[in-house]
């Protein structure tokens, strides 16, 4: 009889039977959750006719193997029951979705995904052992493409003050996009704009193209919002969100060019307000994470305890790269410096001694003529400045209500810092201390100004008029030819 059944345990690991019946264990006493006798261990797989057994059976092995004890190939005569474990895997497919379970010593578990065939099963089989495993650290680093669950529970790759490289925690498999496979490298100098739905490009600052993001929208989702762009390592990304109004789901696209863009598809219940690069690394910015790149399609969450109210919310909206130091801009007068490792201090200098409180928000930042100047507002709508020598050490200014409004975007150019706003206001100076009007009369919000070949460039992303101003001198300025505009501006020289 003991023979009988042996036999029938090896037919289904074979794959030629349907339907198993779970033998009755006997483990030691020495079992730990996971297993950590002396004990053998081997998985029992059963599948509907879309998989093939002796793949799923390595496969299942492969991945129990890394993350939870080491299985063992079944040997010819079968497998004995005593001083065994066992691991029963089931995958079967229903309606579109592969549906994978897992059960046995410390499991109990099961994963689902759209993918089809092999990739259908894997994706499955991880989410499984992702919600049964305590540490989900290694699980995240290998297999962090393949499990939105990494990015959403906000799995810390990096330990806190331990001097790690990101190069360490990467190495996943690169997802090329048809856009990169059929590259056109870009030629010449061009200026790319962002907001919403719409993209803008140009190659002189007065003449642009305008064009709608070819990106496909759940019908759940419809709205797209692109808010920050970036460019590093020959490639150009823009993040923002899809949503219905009010459930938002983080969005990457990228570009080789800045004329045609591709979605990553990359998913996440998060959305982003900010991406740089800086050092060989892309930073995204959302609501509560922080993700790192090294080549902009796998991404690895970090969670560093002071970059996060209670709330779990990130206390930076954005970051900034400038004379070699990136920065950290955002809520409750706080700048962040980052530093090697990934990690941040905080520079919480920002005090108001009129109001006796922290300045309650910095939008923009910028470094010319030795002195980096952050702008800023407060609840009470009244403007400020900050201005270092060092990054480290921060003067605060209050200019109370110049207007009705905030200050959005900020650069440096031709010997002078030039702030824009709302209501179309615009100031200059040229030691971020003392500062005038520049000559601009539309009440339009200005969200981002740069300063290239010699010109300055601002652009809107109001819902009635998105349009692009441009100035030779920063303080004289007069509309382009378009009716384009955005929230974020760049420029890629030659």
């Not at 020959?234 to 969005?251: E, I």
């Not at 001198?473 to 929230?487: P, S």
Request: charged share 25%.
């Amino acid at each position: 009889m003991k023979l009988l059944f042996i036999t029938i345990l090896s037919f289904l690991l074979l794959g030629c039977v349907k339907k198993q019946t779970s033998p009755v264990l006997v483990q030691s006493d020495e079992t730990s959750k996971f297993g950590q006798s002396d004990e053998k261990c081997y998985v029992v797989v059963e599948s509907s006719e879309h998989f093939n057994n002796n793949l799923i059976s390595s496969i299942s092995i492969s991945l129990i193997s890394d993350f939870v004890r080491k299985i063992t190939q079944t040997p010819p005569e079968g497998i004995s029951l005593k001083n065994s474990c066992i691991y029963y895997i089931n995958a079967q497919k229903q309606e579109g979705t592969t549906i994978v379970t897992i059960s046995g010593q410390g499991i109990n578990s099961y994963g689902d995904s759209k993918l089809e065939g092999m990739d259908g099963f894997q994706k499955s089989l991880l989410k499984s052992l992702y919600r049964s495993v305590e540490n989900k650290v290694k699980l995240c680093q290998k297999y962090g493409n393949y499990l939105e669950e990494c990015f959403e529970d906000n799995v810390d790759l990096i330990e806190t003050g331990k001097k790690i490289r990101l190069k360490n925690v990467l190495g996943r498999k690169k997802v090329p996009l048809q856009i990169i496979k059929e590259k056109r490298p870009l030629k010449k100098g061009i200026y790319v704009s962002v907001g919403g739905k719409y993209y803008n490009y140009s190659y002189d600052g007065k003449n642009w193209v305008k064009k709608k993001f070819n990106v496909k929208v759940d019908e759940r989702r419809p709205y797209l919002k692109i808010n920050s762009i970036t460019h590093g390592n020959g490639l150009f990304l823009a993040v923002g969100n899809v949503s219905d109004g009010l459930n938002k789901r983080g969005k990457i696209l990228v570009s080789v060019n800045g004329e045609e863009w591709e979605d990553t598809n990359f998913q996440t219940r998060d959305e982003f307000s900010s991406v740089s690069y800086a050092k060989g690394i892309y930073f995204v910015i959302g609501r509560k994470q922080f993700l790192v790149s090294e080549d902009g399609y796998n991404w690895i969450n970090i969670k560093h305890s002071n970059l996060f109210y209670p709330s779990n919310y990130m206390k930076i909206e954005e970051i900034k790269v400038l004379n070699d130091k990136i920065f950290g801009i955002g809520a409750n007068g706080t700048i962040f410096t980052m530093n090697d490792d990934l990690t941040w201090n905080s520079h919480k200098s920002l005090w108001n001694k009129w109001n006796k409180q922290y300045s309650s928000f910095q939008e923009g930042i910028a470094y010319g003529n030795g002195k980096y100047v952050v702008i800023g507002w407060e609840f009470s709508d009244e403007n400020s400045f900050t201005v270092s020598d060092d990054g480290g050490d921060w003067d605060y200014y209050n200019y109370g209500k110049v207007f009705h409004g905030s200050l959005w975007g900020i650069t440096y150019g031709m010997g002078i810092f030039v702030a824009v706003g709302g209501g179309g206001h615009i100031f200059v100076s040229e030691d971020g201390i003392n500062w005038g009007p520049a000559n601009f009369v539309d009440r339009i919000t200005l969200h981002d100004v740069i300063f290239a070949n010699n010109a300055f460039i601002a652009v809107s992303s109001n819902l009635s008029k998105k349009r692009t101003i441009i100035s030779e001198d920063g303080v004289n300025w007069d509309y382009v030819g378009c009716n384009c505009g955005g929230r974020a501006i760049i420029f890629r020289p030659r």
